[in-house]
T-cell receptor
Framework: DAKTTQPPSMDCAEGRAANLPCNHS???????VYWYRQIHSQGPQYIIH???NNETNEMASLIITEDRKSSTLILPHATLRDTAVYYC??????????????FGKGTKLSVKP | ETGVTQTPRHLVMGMTNKKSLKCEQH?????MYWYKQSAKKPLELMFV???????ENNSVPSRFSPECPNSSHLFLHLHTLQPEDSALYLC??????????????FGPGTRLTVT
């Protein structure tokens, strides 16, 4: 089972920041938080990952709380093409089945004009 | 384009047919994966191949048979499927060294319909 909890859906106005929350209260010390998204009829796409520090790349920012029990993915200027299902995944950074990606139901983000 | 291709993109087959799904990755990765995505259900990991060796089989019925002849190609052989096997089948690849890679690259999927 997925070790994360996300709201099933969110709306965001085009051009505004989209803030997608994720709860992972049972995360262990060596587990990372990963975010993927799946645009309709496509395969999932990696966005960003982090351990405990905030991370930023060209796609998004990841804010992880100090206790690491929750995180927020931020799309700073959402566009219509960001409409997708966003998955927050907790994953160990080691081999074997504990390193597999376990997808939950994710958050369906709808960016509206 | 992610560097992972899947063929065919769409497949309709009867329950008595035998068909195969093909995945090819052009990224030089050493691990490949099959996932199943049924309607309104999360993606389910089916099989994992690492250095061409199957390292994971998540209780998948024997009517699904994977094959990994080399690190660039992955097949999923299908026979005597059931209508509930209709789903999007996704292939992914990654570079797994001493620790798992942080990024899996997914193909576009094969939409399978079993009639």
């Amino acid at each position: 089972d997925a070790k994360t909890t996300q709201p099933p859906s969110m709306d965001c106005a085009e051009g505004r920041a989209a803030n997608l929350p994720c709860n992972h209260s049972t995360i262990s010390g060596n587990e990372y938080v990963y975010w993927y998204r799946q645009i309709h009829s496509q395969g999932p796409q990696y966005i960003i990952h982090g351990l405990k520090n905030n991370e930023t790349n060209e796609m998004a920012s990841l804010i992880i709380t100090e206790d690491r029990k929750s995180s927020t993915l931020i799309l700073p200027h959402a566009t219509l093409r960001d409409t997708a299902v966003y998955y927050c995944i907790v994953r160990g950074n080691y081999g074997g089945s504990q390193g597999n990606l376990i997808f939950g139901k994710g958050t369906k983000l709808s960016v509206k004009p | 384009e992610t560097g992972v291709t899947q063929t065919p993109r769409h497949l309709v087959m009867g329950m008595t047919n035998k068909k195969s799904l093909k995945c090819e990755q052009h990224l030089g990765h050493n691990a490949m994966y099959w996932y199943k995505q049924s309607a309104k259900k999360p993606l389910e990991l089916m099989f994992v191949y690492n250095f061409k060796e199957q390292t994971e089989n998540n209780s998948v019925p024997s009517r699904f048979s994977p094959e990994c002849p080399n690190s660039s190609h992955l097949f999923l052989h299908l026979h005597t499927l059931q209508p509930e096997d209709s789903a999007l089948y996704l292939c992914a690849s990654s570079q797994e060294d001493r620790v798992p890679s942080y990024e899996q690259y997914f193909g576009p999927g094969t939409r399978l319909t079993v009639t």
